[in-house]
T-cell receptor, first 117, second 117 residues
Framework: AQSVTQLDSQVPVFEEAPVELRCNYS??????LFWYVQYPNQGLQLLLK??????LVKGINGFEAEFNKSQTSFHLRKPSVHISDTAEYFC???????????????FGKGTKLTVNP | GAVVSQHPSRVICKSGTSVKIECRSL??????MFWYRQFPKKSLMLMAT?????????EQGVEKDKFLINHASLTLSTLTVTSAHPEDSSFYIC?????????????FGPGTRLTVL
């Protein structure tokens, strides 16, 4: 079974600083990888996803993530954050099935990003 | 595209009553819908997976008789919390996966805050 570890529960940064939110996963098979963002009292919004191909994935709101198979990581980055990026960020993984579909999503525990002025 | 709605967004009920939460995919056909529960400052816990026209598959430890799930059409799934108790108070989030996207991109609803008095 797959698992996801988000190493930092909270990440405080100043506005316009770069940020990296770390995510490592464990799986015995190939996986699909996702980052979701959750604003207070809201559902989850898909930021970006890695299915195959280029290991550098660009998403919405200026975020990007890089899939590193050897390190089983999928860290999320943004070169310059805004106050509005303050939210909870979840990394998630699903295992690929033989026919191309996937198993259920497994989420990490989340990283609370706080952007200070 | 890929918008998922939930209704109601917030509900308060008395202990012992039943509450129904609706999840709709507004602009795509959702062959699979998922129901999650999120505790404060915690990650999402998958409760069950429902496929249109068939019985839901519940995760271990989730009472199927307490959390009734119906996925009667390709755009609607409902979760009914029967005989609700204060410990059922939580944030319930649904997600939907479309036939056109078998690689398991789940699109999430905005969530329903349930408070049982």
């Amino acid at each position: 079974a797959q698992s996801v570890t988000q190493l930092d529960s909270q990440v405080p940064v100043f506005e316009e600083a770069p940020v990296e939110l770390r995510c490592n996963y464990s799986s015995s098979v190939s996986v699909y990888l996702f980052w979701y963002v959750q604003y207070p009292n809201q559902g989850l919004q898909l930021l970006l996803k890695y299915l195959s191909g280029s290991t550098l994935v660009k998403g919405i709101n200026g975020f990007e993530a890089e899939f590193n198979k050897s390190q089983t990581s999928f860290h999320l980055r943004k070169p310059s954050v805004h106050i509005s990026d303050t939210a909870e960020y979840f990394c998630a993984v699903s295992e690929k099935l033989v026919w191309g579909g996937s198993e259920k999503l497994v989420f990490g525990k989340g990283t609370k990003l706080t952007v200070n002025p | 595209g890929a918008v998922v709605s939930q209704h109601p967004s917030r509900v308060i009920c008395k202990s012992g009553t039943s509450v129904k939460i609706e999840c709709r995919s507004l602009d795509f056909q959702a062959t699979t819908m998922f129901w999650y529960r999120q505790f404060p400052k915690k990650s999402l816990m998958l409760m069950a997976t429902s496929n249109e026209g068939s019985k839901a598959t519940y995760e271990q430890g989730v009472e199927k008789d307490k959390f009734l799930i119906n996925h009667a059409s390709l755009t609607l799934s409902t979760l009914t919390v029967t005989s609700a108790h204060p410990e059922d108070s939580s944030f319930y989030i649904c997600s939907a996966r479309g036939l056109a996207d078998p690689h398991d991109t789940q699109y999430f609803g905005p969530g329903t805050r349930l408070t049982v008095l």
